[in-house]
Structure formats: C-alpha cells, structure tokens
C-alpha cells in the first residue's frame, strides 16, 4: 500500500500562484508514477500532470501546460506542483495519485493510490 497525503491547497486571486506537495510513504518502490488530478463541482476527474518515480519524464495536459510545473524529491518522498498564473477555472479539489502498474498513465483507474484532496479556489 501507499499512502498520500496532499497539502498547500488554498484561497488566491487570479494571476496568483500556489504550490500543492504530495507527500508518499509505504510500499513507495513499488510506484511507477506519480500524477496530479482534479475535480470541479459537477464535473469529472480530469489529469492535470504526471512524472516517473525517478523524476526525469513529465507530462502536462494542455489546459496547465506553460502554467504547472512538476516535480519530485525522492529523498523526502514528496511530489509538488507548482501552479502559476492562475485562473478561476483552475479551481477544483486537487488530489495526488500514484500507479504501481503504469509508467505513462493519464486516466484515473489507472492510478491505483489516491490522496484526500486539497481545495484550490482562485477568484476573478
């Protein structure tokens, strides 16, 4: 098992920045991969960005890329996603994710570790 635990999440205006950090413990050398997602109200889990285990491939959807930027520090088992330029439709529950199984996954049944969720709500 791996456990999650997500942070960093808040209130900020548009245009503002946010950093969320994920922190991973258990059975971590077992993960492949680890991804942020999020989910407005109404609205389904959507993949927002990935990185490998070992920290040297990324992947972004289209909406954050140029905005997000992850990255990972294996020696405090944590991941970050550092969000700038925000927009109120970046607002949503961001949740961390993690996939024993898959090294280049984007959908969420493929990750088979989940953290709580931070809340991030940018106003206009």
């Known amino acids: 098992q791996v456990q999650l635990v997500e942070s960093g999440g808040g209130l900020v205006q548009a245009g503002g920045s946010l950093r969320l950090s994920c922190a991973a413990s258990g059975r971590t050398l077992s993960v492949y991969a680890m991804a942020w997602f999020r989910q407005a109200p109404g609205k389904e889990r959507e993949f927002v960005s990935r990185i490998s285990w070992s920290g040297d491939n990324t992947f972004y959807a289209n909406s954050v890329k140029g905005r997000f930027t992850i990255s990972s520090d294996n020696a405090k088992n944590t991941v970050y996603l550092e969000m700038t330029s925000l927009k109120p439709e970046d607002t949503a529950s961001y949740y961390c994710?993690?996939?024993?199984?898959?090294?280049?996954?984007?959908?969420?049944?493929?990750?088979?570790?989940w953290g709580q969720g931070t809340q991030v709500t940018v106003s206009s």
């Open positions: 994710a993690a996939s024993s199984t898959y090294r280049n996954a984007v959908m969420p049944r493929s990750f088979e570790f």
